[in-house]
């Protein structure tokens, strides 16, 4: 028996309503697939790997950009000092 049979033979009663369930859940369970093997594609994993080195990269710069003010102001704070 095919899906449009059974959906004949099952109506608008409660065994339908069973039947409309069973395959909105079956969609959902495919897509659901379909999106977890694009998102593991190994094209996907690598353009994610690289996003992410980029980000640390430039967080990475701008800390030592600030470490870099920072000892700049210490030593001229300390070679005021011993002055």
């Known amino acids: ?4 049979e059974a959906e004949q033979l099952l109506g608008q009663g409660w065994g339908g ?9 079956h969609r959902r369970v ?3 697939r379909r999106a ?3 998102y593991e594609a190994p094209a996907r994993v690598q353009e994610r790997r690289e996003e992410r080195k980029r980000v640390a990269q430039q967080r990475h710069e701008q800390r ?3 470490k870099k003010e920072r000892d700049r102001t ?3 704070s ?6």
């Not at 028996?1 to 449009?4: D, F, L, P, Q, T």
């Open 1 to 4: 028996m095919g899906e449009r």
């Open 17 to 25: 309503d069973v039947l409309r369930r069973m395959q909105e859940h």
């Open 30 to 32: 495919v897509e659901a």
């Open 36 to 38: 977890k093997a694009e």
């Open 64 to 66: 030592l950009t600030l």
């Open 74 to 76: 210490w030593r001229e």
């Open 78 to 83: 300390q070679g005021k000092r011993g002055g």
